[in-house]
């Protein structure tokens, strides 16, 4: 199951949210977003645990904590909408 991350702190590395989500259970992913230009972090993240019991655990034990300063808010990941920008930039002409 993928686990969204939000409100983090600037501060926070991939291998932070690692660390904090293994307590839980097997991590097989932990993806902080960083901005393409800035390099900095855009405050949400990603963490992947395959054991969907685990998962749904960590959610419920991280949500609302203090994390690095900062209250984060974990919850189960939603599929990304694709975008079509290129059709509705073509419909113009």
Do not use: C, H
Request: proline share 3%.
């Amino acid at each position: 199951m993928d686990i969204y991350v939000s409100n983090l702190s600037p501060y926070v590395v991939s291998e932070d949210l690692k660390n904090q989500f293994s307590k839980f259970g097997v991590v097989s992913s932990a993806n902080v977003i960083m901005d393409k230009f800035t390099n900095r972090s855009r405050g949400f993240a990603f963490v992947s645990m395959p054991n969907d019991a685990e998962a749904e655990k960590a959610i419920q034990e991280m949500d609302g904590t203090s994390f690095d300063g900062k209250a984060i808010s974990a919850s189960k990941a939603r599929p990304r909408e694709e975008k079509n920008n290129r059709s509705s930039y073509n419909n113009r002409w």
